[in-house]
T-cell receptor, first 114, second 113 residues
């Protein structure tokens, strides 16, 4: 079975500082990993994905994520946080036996303070 | 409109009533998905369509739930005899292929009182 875990319910960071939102995965095989962001009362928006290739993946709004196979992690990062980045972030892994299904983490609330 | 549209945005219903939600995917997307999100949790897979064919249903989708996509365009999700445990955000998403991320709609928030 595939799963992802987001160990932090909430991350607080000051505007202008770097941010990291953590995600670890459990997959038997090569993982297809995704990050989504959700603003209040809205659906999820795609940020970036890792399928294969470079371990550092660049995505929307200046976000990037680093795939680390030895640590089974896929942490989301941004060099300089903005107040407008405050939202709920979800890590997800694609079911390798059924590519049409995702398993989502429980989400991490990012608070960026001015 | 190039996004995924869901209607209604909010629905409050009494326990035991039936409700129906609609999703209009991006027109060129042949895959359509329904997910359910409860408070403090990530979305959970409910069902998936490729064109008009419903190819998979989660065991979360009890007999009270039914989904259709009659012409391979919009989809409906019906819940019969609603229960308080059905209260959640129901998310629809669409995509063009398995290697792409989904495009989600804004969801329908259901409250069963």
């Amino acid at each position: 079975a595939q799963s992802v875990a987001q160990p932090e319910d909430q991350v607080n960071v000051a505007e202008g500082n770097p941010l990291t939102v953590k995600c670890t995965y459990s997959v038997s095989g090569n993982p297809y990993l995704f990050w989504y962001v959700q603003y209040p009362n809205r659906g999820l928006q795609f940020l970036l994905k890792y399928i294969t290739g470079d371990n550092l993946v660049k995505g929307s709004y200046g976000f990037e994520a680093e795939f680390n196979k030895s640590q089974t992690s896929f942490h989301l990062k941004k060099p300089s946080a903005l107040v407008s980045d405050s939202a709920l972030y979800f890590c997800a892994v694609r079911d390798i036996s059924n590519f049409n299904k995702f398993y989502f983490g429980s989400g991490t609330k990012l608070n960026v303070k001015p | 409109d190039t996004g995924v549209s869901q209607d209604p945005r909010h629905k409050i219903t009494k326990r035991g009533q039936n409700v129906t939600f609609r999703c209009d995917p991006i027109s060129e997307h042949n895959r359509l998905y329904w997910y359910r999100q409860t408070l403090g949790q990530g979305p959970e897979f409910l069902t998936y369509f490729q064109n008009e064919a419903q190819l998979e249903k989660s065991r979360l989708l009890s007999d009270r739930f039914s989904a259709e996509r009659p012409k391979g365009s919009f989809s409906t999700l019906e819940i019969q005899r609603t229960e308080q445990g059905d209260s959640a955000m129901y998310l629809c998403a669409s995509s063009t292929g398995v290697l792409y991320g989904y495009t989600f709609g804004s969801g329908t928030r259901l409250t069963v009182v």
